[in-house]
Each structure stands twice: as structure tokens, then as C-alpha cells.
């Protein structure tokens, strides 16, 4: 379970498998490849490896997800902001 307080963010990164996400509670921004999504909870997003991602919770309320790796170990890999 992860969580993102309210006005928190998650830089950009990619991460080296491909992964499944399920909002639990909230609504926050999910950027993936250059797009942005607005999710709240029941929503699903996957998430290809090696694409570009980030997070931004603009509302005043913790936004929370699960996220499942169906394909084994994964590595996080920051990218700049350019």
C-alpha cells in the first residue's frame, strides 16, 4: 500500500517492469508518458515498464493505491525533469 499525502508528489521515474495499479481511497494526478490522468478510488491504471511516470496529489484528503508487479523484481530509476 502506498500513500500520498495531501499536496504530495512523486517524481518522475520509470521502473523496470510493467505494473498494476489500484487507487484505494483519494483523488490525485497520475502523469504516464507525457499524459495526465485524474484517478480516484475503484480506478485502475497500468503502467508499461520502462515509460515515464509520476504522481501529484493536489486535493486537501491522503490519496492511497496498491500496486502489483506481475513479473518479478523491480528497479525505480529517477528522470530528470528537463
Known sequence: ???????ASVPK??????HE???LSGRYVVGIDGEEYE???GDSIFIPAGVVHWYR??????????CAVPN???EIELVDDE
Open 39 to 41: 484517478v480516484e478510488a
Open 57 to 66: 496529489n493536489e486535493s486537501d484528503e491522503e490519496g492511497s493505491f496498491l
Open 13 to 18: 521515474h520509470t521502473n523496470e517492469v510493467e
Open 72 to 74: 518479478g523484481d523491480d
Open 1 to 7: 500500500r502506498f500513500v500520498l499525502d495531501a499536496g
Open 21 to 23: 495499479q489500484h487507487v
